[in-house]
T-cell receptor
Framework: GAGVSQTPSNKVTEKGKYVELRCDPI?????LYWYRQSLGQGPEFLIY????????DSGLPNDRFFAVRPEGSVSTLKIQRTERGDSAVYLCASSLIGSSGPYNEQFFGPGTRLTVL | KQEVTQIPAALSVPEGENLVLNCSFTDSAIYNLQWFRQDPGKGLTSLLLIQSSQREQTSGRLNASLDKSSGRSTLYIAASQPGDSATYLC????????????FGQGTELSVKP
């Protein structure tokens, strides 16, 4: 596809359940980022992948959150034992990595709106 | 710790006005700064990317400037149109932090016909 895609667009779950959110980056983009956006706020960084490895996971709020990118393309954000406070829009972005590093323009997907009841 | 602030939080202008959105950041050790537009219920659309070595970037009616030493960026929108109504987000890429972006809270712009 031409842009970053995310599925599902909406996810409603019950407290304590497990959820997976998927991100398909732009083809050829080695860098992939996950952010979380609460209502009325700017996005907050969660985790950054360079290829298959998580280069920076300092934004993950706790060990209930985990993300993978096994083949260096599609990424899945996994949330265990969901809590009401996890309700937010989860955004994925991708970018190229140049000779100077991953400091190129980031392109965002439409997001997944997660609601935990 | 890098903090990004956008003022005002909301702005309403009549169609045709030129306007300026402000963004300030606390740590000048940045690699780049990016401006985004976000429509209600949608993802972010990249508008302009300014590398730390640049002073400004232009795209159509948009012009973004960067003054790294004072920790400020502005987004200038010329001849505003109702279709410009959206939330505008500023984000900085801290140096040596792997390309992640630190966002401001956004300015919600409404352009009245």
């Amino acid at each position: 596809g031409a842009g970053v895609s995310q599925t599902p667009s909406n996810k409603v779950t019950e407290k304590g359940k497990y959820v997976e959110l998927r991100c398909d980056p732009i083809s050829g983009h080695t860098a992939l980022y996950w952010y979380r956006q609460s209502l009325g706020q700017g996005p907050e960084f969660l985790i950054y992948f360079q290829g298959t490895g998580a280069a920076d996971d300092s934004g993950l709020p706790n060990d209930r959150f985990f993300a993978v990118r096994p083949e260096g393309s599609v990424s899945t954000l996994k949330i265990q034992r969901t809590e009401r406070g996890d309700s937010a829009v989860y955004l994925c972005a991708s970018s190229l990595i140049g000779s100077s590093g991953p400091y190129n323009e980031q392109f965002f997907g439409p997001g997944t709106r997660l609601t935990v009841l | 710790k890098q903090e990004v602030t956008q003022i005002p939080a909301a702005l309403s202008v009549p169609e045709g006005e030129n306007l300026v959105l402000n963004c300030s950041f606390t740590d000048s050790a940045i690699y780049n700064l990016q401006w985004f537009r976000q429509d209600p219920g949608k993802g972010l659309t990249s508008l302009l990317l300014i590398q730390s070595s640049q002073r400004e970037q232009t795209s159509g009616r948009l012009n973004a400037s960067l003054d790294k030493s004072s920790g400020r960026s502005t987004l200038y929108i010329a001849a505003s149109q109702p279709g410009d109504s959206a939330t505008y987000l500023c984000a900085v890429g801290p140096r040596n932090q792997g390309g992640k972006l630190i966002f401001g809270q956004g300015t919600e712009l409404s352009v009245k016909p």
